[in-house]
């Protein structure tokens, strides 16, 4: 029978592939030879057809790090559905750590009433298909990896920030553009970082490894951990490869709108001609109440500019921009209101909705399924 820590570890990371197209991803996970640890991946679907890769580390081995790990690999995704800033997104997450450092809130069976995280790091980035930027932040992690087309291997010169847990000191974020088909490489500091080896002999290692183009994520993740992998590890290594994307201009549409009440059905008439030429003709009624409803109340409410753009991925996507940071809430208009049922119609044709902030204002964005092929 598997180990009880390993089997929960491994009950706690991810199974299978996300549902996403920014990114091909692989990834790998081994426990070091005195037990489970605490390092842990993630791949995150977000709005806008984009997705958030995750690598983490809790320090220590065994029950308790493995749980600790579930905690906030669980906390990163709730963290995510709110779709804060990658350096805010850290913030809350150094909170949650220090609180559980605290013993706020925390109990493991067996653990001692004083046992901390007692360390923890964590490598966030976001990738953006439409722009081909990503945008990445660290609390004490290793620095990632780029691998380019080309097979240039360069390692992002990236702030550390402080562990998690810490408090009290802001997180940095840096933003690189990256050409269609590049490598991110992420992983926790067990691939690098070994009692006979120094950090910059791994590293050098990791970079000559990397340096080859056109190689399938899988086979990256199989060549590196050939190259680096102690026969003996002292710790546990998470791995995580992802080769990206590009949505072309056939998959996205964007008009700048004017603050005027008359570019409504102007706006509702692009979206129609846009969804006929993207063969999805059926989704025209419902995505143009929702373009309408979306615009409308961009001009009534928020201030310029305002953008509409269609995207059509996974899903079709419609996101209306302003440049306020007033959030929307759905509410049930009462019978004598006069307004107010907008995004209750919104909520009603789609999927799943909600706002992301951004530095100029906020994003209104919308999910309907596409439909299926006969």
């Avoid at 690189?176 to 691939?191: M, P």
């Avoid at 991925?313 to 306020?324: F, M, T």
């Amino acid at each position: 029978m598997e180990d009880s820590p390993l089997a929960l570890q491994r009950s706690l990371l991810p199974r299978g592939r996300s549902e996403q197209n920014a990114v091909e991803v692989a990834y790998r996970y081994l426990p070091a030879q005195a037990g489970v640890g605490g390092d842990w991946f993630d791949a995150i679907p977000l709005s806008g057809a984009r997705v958030a890769l995750v690598v983490g580390n809790v320090v220590g081995h065994g029950l308790h790090a493995a749980a600790t790990m579930g905690r906030l690999r669980t906390a990163v995704h709730n963290f995510c559905a709110l779709d804060p800033a990658p350096d805010e997104l850290l913030t809350h997450l150094d909170d949650l750590v220090g609180r559980l450092d605290r013993g706020e809130g925390w109990a493991v069976e067996h653990a001692q009433p004083d046992a901390g995280i007692v360390g923890a790091t964590c490598l966030y980035a976001v990738y953006d298909p439409v722009s081909r930027r990503r945008t990445l932040t660290r609390a004490g992690h290793p620095v990632p990896a780029v691998v380019g087309p080309d097979g240039a291997v360069d390692f992002v010169d990236l702030p550390s920030g402080p562990p998690l847990g810490l408090g009290g000191m802001p997180f940095e974020t840096v933003e690189l553009e990256l050409a269609e088909g590049s490598q991110l490489v992420l992983y926790s500091d067990g691939l690098t970082e070994d009692r006979h080896r120094d950090i910059d002999v791994g590293l050098d290692k990791l970079r000559t490894v990397l340096a080859h183009a056109d190689r399938e994520p899988e086979d990256t993740c199989e060549a590196v951990l050939d190259a680096l992998l102690p026969i003996r590890p002292s710790d546990d290594v998470a791995l995580l490869v992802a080769r990206t994307k590009a949505m072309g201009p056939e998959q996205v549409a964007q008009w700048d709108l004017p603050s005027d009440p008359a570019v409504v059905s102007r706006s509702r008439a692009a979206v129609t001609d846009q969804l006929t030429a993207w063969g999805l003709d059926e989704l025209a009624f419902s995505t143009e109440l929702i373009a309408g409803e979306l615009v409308t109340n961009a001009i009534r409410h928020a201030t310029g500019p305002v953008q509409l753009r269609p995207l059509r991925d996974r899903a079709l996507i419609c996101e209306v921009s302003d440049g306020s940071s007033t959030s929307p809430r759905l509410r049930r208009a009462r019978n004598e209101d006069e307004g107010g049922r907008g995004l209750f119609l919104v909520a009603q044709l789609t999927e799943r909705w909600g706002t992301r902030y951004t530095t100029n204002g906020k994003i209104i964005w919308t999910e309907q399924p596409l439909p299926r092929p006969l």
